[in-house]
């Protein structure tokens, strides 16, 4: 069993950045493929990033290119996303996942996921 826990959500201004921590725990967390998802209200969770265990590989979704960014650090069993030029549309719960290394390396579907964080909170004022 894994245990996630993201941070550094908040309110930010159109145009500002912010930086989004999942701290992992319970298993070696190089096992595991990672991602990062968000969810407005009222709208279906919404694939953002994704990076395989080693860090090698990274995905983003297309209309976020250039703007997100993930990573991950082994040693501090963390993942990260950052997040620049943030919008108003940006506003939602961001999740981070893990799912068991294997050789699909980057996941797009929440179903893809073995484990779940309890979600953070990004507001982009406009």
């Known amino acids: 069993q894994v245990q996630l826990v993201e941070s550094g959500g908040g309110l930010v201004q159109a145009g500002g950045s912010l930086r989004l921590s999942c701290a992992a725990s319970g298993r070696t967390f190089s096992n595991y493929d990672m991602g990062w998802f968000r969810q407005a209200p009222g709208k279906e969770r919404e694939f953002v990033a994704a990076?395989?265990?080693?860090?090698?590989?990274?995905y983003n979704t297309d209309s976020l290119k250039g703007r997100f960014t993930i990573s991950r650090h082994n040693a501090k069993n963390t993942v990260y996303l950052q997040m620049n030029s943030l919008k108003p549309e940006d506003t939602a719960v961001y999740y981070c996942?893990?799912?068991?290394?294997?050789?699909?390396?980057?996941?797009?579907?929440?179903?893809?996921?073995?484990?779940w964080g309890q979600g953070t909170q990004v507001t982009v004022s406009s």
């Open positions: 996942a893990a799912k068991i290394q294997n050789a699909r390396l980057i996941a797009t579907t929440p179903a893809e996921y073995d484990y």
């Open positions: 990076i395989s265990w080693s860090g090698s590989t990274t």
